[in-house]
């Protein structure tokens, strides 16, 4: 894979975290496929959550924008390739979530992003999010 390519990924994964910052549905509409799949598992929980479908993702993604009144930032680091080939890939990244509120900032949680990207004409896009959390993010 050529670095073009892998830019290209590293900026998607980049908008993934903007635009949920950001509350920009446009933006977070783009990111991922029609039948991607998002899994949270949250350490010292049992179970996982698991979200199927673009739908379901968005969904969870703007409810949880609705409800939210402090200011996240996900910052996505680190991020290295597992797999590469000239159509998908796979890529580990570090998350750090911090909240602003009342002039207070604090860290949040920390995990680890494992994500399968596949070019759906002529875009990156998530095909699969694996999000494993060190605690809640509440």
Do not use: C
């Not at 350490?43 to 969870?60: Q, T």
């Not at 991020?79 to 860290?107: C, H, M, P, W, Y």
């Amino acid at each position: 894979m050529d670095s073009l390519k892998k830019q290209e990924i590293l900026e998607l994964l980049a908008q993934a975290a903007y635009g949920f910052d950001e509350g920009d549905i446009p933006m977070l509409r783009n990111v991922f496929t029609e039948k991607s799949i998002f899994v949270i598992n949250i350490a010292g929980e049992e179970g996982e959550a698991v979200y199927k479908g673009y739908k379901a993702i968005m969904d969870l993604q703007i409810d949880a924008l609705k409800v939210q009144t402090d200011k996240r930032r996900h910052v996505v680091t680190n991020t290295f390739f597992t797999k590469e080939s000239d159509n998908q890939a796979s890529t580990i990244s570090n998350v750090l979530i911090t909240s602003v509120e009342d002039g207070v900032i604090r860290l949040v949680t920390s995990g680890i992003y494992r994500d399968e990207v596949v070019l759906e004409e002529g875009q990156w896009k998530i095909a699969s999010r694996h999000l494993d959390l060190d605690m809640s993010y509440a």
